[in-house]
């Protein structure tokens, strides 16, 4: 008998996914397709359609700032 092993996708991991949304993410808001969440296919690079959204992995620290948080306020007196 020979053994399937089923891997997690690697949607799972990654920020632009949303979990609320019946497999849609942020690269494919009209559903993921099958060779991504079936690990055929690792977003870790471009695929055909994914607006140019690769996978993000939630775990790593975010480059964004907020820019409220650059911007410079003048002192008061000034």
């Not at 397709?33 to 695929?47: F, G, L, M, Q």
């Amino acid at each position: 008998m020979s053994e399937q092993m089923f891997k997690v996708p690697l949607c799972f991991s990654c920020k632009r996914f949303h979990w609320d949304k019946d497999m849609r993410c942020e690269a494919y808001p009209d559903g993921i397709p099958n060779e991504i969440i079936w690990s055929k296919v690792y977003h870790t690079e471009p695929y055909k359609g994914d607006h140019g959204l690769t996978f993000l992995d939630e775990d790593a620290p975010s480059d964004r700032q907020d820019s409220t948080l650059s911007e410079e306020v003048p002192s008061a007196g000034n």
